[in-house]
């Protein structure tokens, strides 16, 4: 069954996720313009800078909750990452969408709507009441994702979501019905049209052969006899 875009966007967001270095949770962001991405993100160190899953987590060291204090962290979030990834590139966000796999929090919530846009899709919650007042208060529209579960292939082996059920393949089925033979009708023969004979016209009578004239000369032959 063809996904709707949100369903394709969402796809395409979860696997985003991956590719975070977060030990806590793992986000995945991407903002989309007329049905076209323009930049992705995920939560991780900044470049250059050691990844928490090598080095640890400094929240959970300093054993701060999840939804507080966001400025203690070494990681940037996803939704910034995608904002600071097309600003990069200089590539506009304003008027897109974007979807991501968890509620944004407050501080990305500022971002987002300082970059223009317009509408968020997302899926898993954050507790950050503060983030959704500051949303609907700018007028972004904000959209729960109410899909639970997320269908993909496997890429390059790894298992990136629950995987499809195999499709049990059926064996070609023959025909029962014997082929048919294509029956060819019959040409209409048209009556043929007796042919019209033309009137013979009659024959005119040749002229009789003039008779041979005298001529001086005496012919040779044997003469006649005469009586005595």
Same mark, same amino acid.
């Given at each position: 069954?063809?996904?709707?875009?949100?369903?394709?966007?969402?796809?395409?967001?979860?696997?985003?996720?991956?590719?975070?270095?977060?030990?806590?949770?793992?986000?995945?962001?991407?903002?989309?313009?007329?049905?076209?991405?323009?930049?992705?993100?995920?939560?991780?160190?900044?470049?250059?800078?050691?990844?928490?899953?090598?080095?640890?987590?400094?929240?959970?060291?300093?054993?701060?909750?999840?939804?507080?204090?966001?400025?203690?962290?070494?990681?940037?979030?996803?939704?910034?990452?995608?904002?600071?990834?097309?600003?990069?590139?200089?590539?506009?966000?304003?008027?897109?969408?974007?979807?991501?796999?968890?509620?944004?929090?407050?501080?990305?919530?500022?971002?987002?709507?300082?970059?223009?846009?317009?509408?968020?899709?997302?899926?898993?919650?954050?507790?950050?009441?503060?983030?959704?007042?500051?949303?609907?208060?700018?007028?972004?529209?904000?959209?729960?994702?109410?899909?639970?579960?997320?269908?993909?292939?496997?890429?390059?082996?790894?298992?990136?979501?629950?995987?499809?059920p195999?499709?049990?393949?059926?064996?070609?089925?023959?025909? %029962? /019905? =014997?082929? &048919?033979?294509?029956? #060819? !009708? *019959? @040409? +209409?023969q048209? $009556? %043929? /049209? =007796?042919? &019209?004979?033309?009137p #013979? !016209? *009659? @024959? +005119?009578?040749? $002229?009789?052969?003039?008779?041979?004239?005298?001529?001086?000369?005496? @012919?040779?032959?044997?003469?006649?006899?005469?009586?005595?």
């Amino acid at each position: 069954m063809r996904p709707s875009w949100d369903e394709y966007f969402m796809e395409i967001v979860e696997l985003i996720k991956t590719r975070s270095t977060c030990l806590r949770r793992q986000v995945g962001a991407l903002i989309v313009k007329d049905k076209r991405i323009l930049s992705t993100g995920y939560n991780g160190a900044p470049v250059g800078c050691a990844h928490c899953c090598d080095i640890g987590c400094l929240r959970d060291q300093m054993g701060i909750p999840s939804g507080q204090r966001q400025e203690l962290c070494r990681a940037i979030h996803a939704e910034q990452n995608a904002i600071v990834q097309a600003a990069y590139s200089g590539t506009s966000v304003k008027g897109g969408t974007m979807y991501v796999t968890t509620q944004p929090c407050s501080l990305c919530a500022k971002m987002i709507i300082n970059a223009g846009i317009v509408k968020i899709v997302f899926r898993g919650e954050y507790p950050d009441e503060l983030a959704m007042d500051m949303l609907k208060e700018a007028g972004v529209r904000v959209v729960k994702y109410e899909k639970d579960e997320f269908t993909r292939p496997q890429v390059s082996g790894i298992q990136t979501g629950a995987a499809r059920p195999a499709i049990p393949q059926q064996p070609p089925q023959k025909s %029962q /019905q =014997p082929p &048919q033979k294509s029956q #060819q !009708q *019959p @040409q +209409q023969q048209l $009556p %043929q /049209q =007796p042919q &019209q004979q033309l009137p #013979q !016209q *009659p @024959q +005119q009578s040749q $002229p009789p052969p003039a008779p041979a004239q005298a001529s001086g000369k005496i @012919q040779n032959g044997p003469r006649p006899k005469v009586k005595d």
